[in-house]
């Protein structure tokens, strides 16, 4: 069980550091109208509504020896694993890091260039610092959402310990075998880490600057 | 002080075009790289549109804007605005919220230093500006835990530790008080003083602008016309709407016992309260016209001190069917009063009648 445990938290993070990257750099390439943008939105919320399965049936499709990717040779493998969890998990991240970077007024981006930041430094002083909560309850998301997957990770990955066989995946052998009561320890495990995760989310999801508005001694004065 | 002429090195603007349906703007001047232009007129008229055309921020097709020289826009041709040499001032929000005051002061400075490559500003410096602006014990505050005061305050010491060549400022004081104001306007003068650029503010208030600008960029329907003369751009004598004029004075003696000071108009003498002006030199008097009261013998022992002999030039009545306003000549300079239709009945005030004018208050402007 311990293994799994590792296997899957190993996943979760990998999942996560990756995710947060990738959404991040997809919101920032994107153009912010027009057909394109529609249409890479939606697609990017597909993973919200489909059956896990259909996701990991095609990913199975592109990366099975047959397929247009299988030099690779990813299917079955840990690293075809966390393909599929990037792309499941991914409008989990990018919707969070969206939307507290399109909270940003533009006054604060016209601030920094007058004081002479070009729109790297913008990126690095502004945009970083001010939706930094929104990145934070991304990557808790994505993390907890990326512990919690089954459908794609059974049909992309199949189910080989210390390979494949994550957390959700040996519950489900757990209790195709009949042992409940390492069953009942799983399920408690992974209820309990998901309500932390959950919980220490909602902590950032409101934003740190509203509070402090709204009541300046939120935090305690000046520092 | 006031320079004469246009420099070609100063701020050359020319700007043609529509802003929206029902604003355009217009300009076509240029102004030397050194001294305070006010920017006057209407809300709405376009003020802050064209600061943010010269900061940058907002981006016309058909402009021209060089600084010093340096081409900022020509058209497509842009420079932006994190390159150009220049701070900005504006009404409010001058601040980042996740920085303190002195990280926000810090971070213009570091990148200023960095593109002029120059070495980062002396300790001295600092404390020095700190200490003029007053904000010694704001600077580990976040912006949401300042007054509005002092956000501006941490603001104007901002612009003035980065020493830009072109210093925008957008109604700088407009989100305060009056006390507030008055507090607020001698640090504009003390950047005026410390700065050697081009300070362009914009500005409601005529007084503010009397006492700081050196000319004025007037701006009408967004069309807007430099000139070098604030005075008969500020307060027309032509017309009677201008309730305030300008009056020269010299200042000839204190009183420091009564806390006042000796004016001499053309060998007559007023008595104002002393703000500190040298013995001997000249000031510009702002007075309004409904200070002015009219008299047709030489009052006597009356809490009033400054009486002047007058002739009435014109008389204009004014549109509200009360009051009548009456052009006066004081020695050769001329001046307003505002009275009531009744008491021009009463005194049987015509042309060229002569009379004593009494002054209730002057402000002095410069």
């Given amino acids: ?223 | 002080m006031r320079e004469v002429g246009v420099s070609t090195s100063g701020l050359a603007l020319k700007i043609d075009c529509e802003i929206n349906a029902k604003l355009k703007l217009i300009i076509d001047e240029t102004l030397p790289a050194q001294g305070l232009c006010a920017i006057y007129g209407e809300s709405g008229a376009g003020k802050t549109s064209l600061l943010r055309a010269i900061a940058g921020l907002n981006i016309y097709s058909e402009a021209y804007i060089s600084f010093k020289g340096e081409l900022w826009q020509d058209g497509a041709r842009f420079k932006q605005t994190h390159k150009r040499n220049l701070a900005y001032v504006m009404q409010e929000a001058n601040l980042l919220p996740h920085l303190t005051a002195k990280q926000n002061i810090l971070f213009a400075l570091k990148r200023r230093n960095q593109r002029d490559q120059k070495s980062t500003c002396a300790n001295a410096d600092f404390q020095k500006v700190i200490e003029l602006m007053g904000v010694e014990g704001c600077l580990d505050r976040y912006p949401v835990q300042l007054s509005g005061g002092e956000k501006q305050r941490i603001a104007l010491a901002r612009a003035l530790l980065t020493k830009p060549d072109l210093l925008l400022l957008d109604e700088p004081l407009s989100a305060l008080d009056d006390n507030r104001k008055a507090e607020l306007l001698p640090y504009i003068e003390l950047i005026k003083s410390e700065l050697q650029s081009c300070i362009l503010y914009v500005t409601h208030s005529k007084r503010e602008l009397a006492k700081l600008a050196d000319r004025v960029l007037m701006v009408e329907q967004g069309r807007y016309t430099l000139s070098e003369d604030i005075y008969s751009s500020l307060f027309p004598r032509n017309t009677a709407l201008a309730k305030e004029v300008v009056f020269a004075a010299k200042v000839a003696a204190k009183e420091s016992q009564w806390g006042m000071q000796v004016l001499d108009i053309a060998g007559r003498q007023i008595r104002l309260k002393d703000s500190g002006e040298k013995i001997g030199s000249i000031v510009n008097l702002c007075i309004s016209a409904k200070d002015v009261s009219l008299s047709l013998e030489r009052p006597e022992r009356s809490s009033i001190l400054n009486l002047l002999p007058a002739t009435v030039i014109a008389l204009q009545e004014m549109p509200d069917d009360f009051s009548v306003d009456i052009l006066l000549d004081v020695s050769g300079q001329q001046l307003w009063a505002s009275i009531s239709r009744f008491s021009v009945q009463q005194m049987s005030l015509e042309l060229g009648l002569n009379l004593w004018v009494q002054i209730k208050a002057a402000a002095i402007v410069a």
């Fill in chain 1, 1 to 223: 069980m311990l293994e799994a445990i590792l296997l899957s938290a190993k996943l979760a993070l990998l999942s996560t550091v990756l995710l947060v990257f990738i959404a991040t750099f997809i919101y920032l390439v994107l153009p912010k109208q027009g057909i394109l943008q529609n249409l890479v939105n939606t697609v990017m919320m597909l993973p919200l509504v489909l059956p896990p399965t259909v996701i990991g049936f095609y990913l199975l499709l592109f990366l099975s020896p047959q397929g247009p990717l299988a030099s690779w040779q990813l299917a079955f493998t840990f690293e075809g694993l966390v393909i599929g969890s990037v792309i499941y998990s991914l409008p989990f991240v990018y919707q969070p890091i969206r939307n507290s970077i399109m909270a940003i007024e533009n006054s604060h981006y016209e601030l920094a260039a007058i004081m002479g930041a070009g729109p790297l430094d913008r990126f690095f002083s502004v945009t970083l610092p001010l939706a930094k909560n929104g990145f934070i309850a991304a990557a808790i998301l994505g993390f907890a959402h990326t512990l919690g997957e089954f459908g794609v990770i059974l049909m992309i990955g199949g189910n080989i310990p210390g390979e494949t066989q994550v957390l959700s995946v040996l519950l489900y052998e757990l209790v195709e075998v009949g042992d409940y009561a390492s069953a009942h320890e799983l399920s408690a495990l992974l209820l309990l880490s998901s309500f932390c995760l959950l919980l220490l989310m909602s902590r950032f999801s409101e934003s740190w600057f509203a509070k402090e508005s709204a009541n300046p001694t939120f935090k305690g004065g000046r520092n």
